[in-house]
Nanobody, 127 residues
Framework: VQLQASGGGLVQAGGSLRLSCAAS????????IGWFRQAPGKKREGVAC????????YYADSVKGRFTISRGNVKNTVYLQMNSLKPEDTAVYYC?????????????????????WGQGTQVTVSS
């Protein structure tokens, strides 16, 4: 199982980026996928996730209305569209997935108990 996160970069405040997460090795199973981020000197935090059945999406309060998580046409490919970026969004962004049906569910949608993690992609927002 491998996850490949991409799409990070340097952008000015107010700009947009789209992160991609491609998970391979799951055959025909569609899994929940979560996005997390870790800023320098801070704990890793949940940003958004999409449930395995695509019924539910969850967002951190700090990104609601600005970020959108969606699933691509290719199974286990997920995007994180990030608009109106702020300097405080600067972090390394990670995607994660797992076979469990207990992830990306309310109320603990931000749980980090995923077995599989990508390598991270750097997002830097300048003021």
């Amino acid at each position: 199982v491998q996850l490949q996160a991409s799409g990070g970069g340097l952008v000015q405040a107010g700009g947009s980026l789209r992160l991609s997460c491609a998970a391979s090795g799951f055959s025909d199973v569609q899994n929940a996928i979560g996005w997390f981020r870790q800023a320098p000197g801070k704990k890793r935090e949940g940003v958004a996730c999409i449930s395995r059945d695509d019924v539910s999406t969850y967002y951190a309060d700090s990104v609601k209305g600005r970020f959108t998580i969606s699933r691509g046409n290719v199974k286990n490919t997920v995007y994180l569209q990030m608009n109106s970026l702020k300097p405080e969004d600067t972090a390394v962004y990670y995607c994660a997935t797992d076979f469990s049906a207990l992830l990306c569910v309310s109320p603990n949608w931000g749980s980090e108990q995923y077995d599989y993690w990508g390598q991270g992609t750097q997002v830097t927002v300048s003021s």
